[in-house]
């Protein structure tokens, strides 16, 4: 997300500078990117990262859970209840 063009929240996103890159993993907290700027090096850096998440979702689902927390129900989910 361009920063300079788009709304977002500044309390949440600590930037000081640009580019800031931050990798998110769904689920989890935002990790701030420090490695080098090469597009090599950032692709390298979220696949391993990705690999990492498959491999803890295929772990977790080998120890007989389906990879996602029971009960965590989305947003649209729990808006609806509320209605």
Same mark, same amino acid.
């Given at each position: /997300?361009?920063?300079? =063009?788009? !709304?977002?929240?500044?309390?949440?996103?600590? #930037?000081?500078?640009? %580019?800031? +890159?931050?990798? &998110? %993993?769904?689920?989890?907290? =935002?990790?701030?990117? @420090?490695? %080098?700027?090469? #597009?090599?090096? /950032?692709?390298?850096? +979220?696949?391993?990262?990705?690999?990492? +998440?498959?491999?803890?979702?295929?772990?977790?689902?080998?120890?007989?859970?389906?990879?996602? &927390?029971?009960?965590?129900?989305?947003?649209?989910?729990?808006?609806? @209840? !509320?209605?």
């Amino acid at each position: /997300m361009d920063a300079t =063009a788009n !709304e977002w929240d500044r309390t949440k996103w600590e #930037v000081a500078g640009y %580019p800031t +890159i931050f990798y &998110k %993993p769904a689920g989890k907290s =935002a990790e701030k990117y @420090e490695g %080098p700027r090469e #597009v090599s090096d /950032m692709l390298a850096h +979220i696949k391993k990262k990705g690999k990492t +998440i498959k491999a803890n979702a295929k772990k977790a689902k080998a120890a007989g859970g389906k990879g996602k &927390k029971k009960g965590k129900k989305s947003k649209k989910a729990r808006a609806a @209840e !509320e209605e």
